[in-house]
């Protein structure tokens, strides 16, 4: 078995949902300059290309485990979302190469993994996707942008309460954030946070991928505005967790 062949088959069986060879030519083309370009620049400290399509797109397509709906989430819409510290694009451009019809923005500060994100939009013909090359402190202050997404994805490595105060003032009211983690450890002491910043805990989802990694999805929902303060100005957030 190649690994696509196997990559196929973990997708069918943990997310209960079939690849297309559409899609699995998106995602080769998409591990391929991957592969080229993290040569030249660090996109990605995993190099093993078997290992990037579990820990990288596998784990990014995660969200295929919420039921339409149940979380406020009835994909197939066309709707706003955006991946806040996106890097070399998880969990963004996986999701947008299933779900094709979703406006995606792309929240990375680094401007050569801009370029990187840039070239891979062009080669995969990712339409409606834009790329902000800002910091998402900036992002959530900026009028054109703060309650205007109705998903919010995070799957950057951080503190939950930081991830939560990014987050938050990017939803609309009733829009849901969504943060990848290895465990929910974190969660007791992020429901304080949560409801100062508008938002209030929804549920975990709990998943494995290959080699028994356990890892969770962290659901929130916004209830009621952010308080125009935050986020807190460029690199506070995560200097000085709420």
Not at 105 to 119: A, G, P, R, V
Not at 129 to 158: H, M, P, W
Not at 160 to 169: F, I, Q, R
Request: aromatic share 10%; glycine share 8%.
């Amino acid at each position: 078995m190649n690994i696509w062949d196997g990559f196929e088959n973990f997708i069918k069986k943990t997310y209960g949902f079939s690849l297309s060879s559409g899609q699995i030519d998106k995602f080769k083309t998409y591990l391929a300059e991957l592969m080229i370009w993290n040569g030249k620049i660090n996109l990605t400290g995993i190099t093993d290309p078997e290992e990037i399509l579990y820990r990288h797109f596998g784990d990014s397509l995660a969200y295929l485990l919420l039921p339409p709906n149940k979380f406020g989430i009835p994909m197939g819409l066309r709707q706003d979302i955006a991946d806040i510290g996106t890097g070399a694009g998880f969990p963004g451009i996986p999701l947008k190469i299933i779900y094709p019809e979703i406006k995606l923005y792309l929240i990375e500060s680094t401007k050569k993994k801009c370029m990187f994100l840039e070239h891979m939009r062009r080669t995969l013909k990712l339409e409606n996707t834009e790329i902000l090359a800002e910091r998402t402190e900036g992002v959530g202050q900026n009028k054109t942008y703060r309650e205007n997404f109705d998903i919010v994805l995070c799957r950057a490595v951080s503190n939950l309460n930081t991830n939560l105060e990014l987050a938050l003032p990017l939803l609309k009211i009733s829009g849901v954030c969504i943060f990848w983690k290895t465990n929910k450890s974190e969660l007791r002491e992020s429901y304080e946070v949560a409801d100062l910043l508008g938002g209030v805990y929804l549920n975990t989802v709990e998943y494995k991928l290959p080699e028994n990694n356990s890892r969770v999805l962290l659901i929130f929902k916004k209830v009621s505005p952010a308080p125009d303060k935050y986020p807190r100005r460029v690199g506070i957030p995560p200097k000085k967790p709420l």
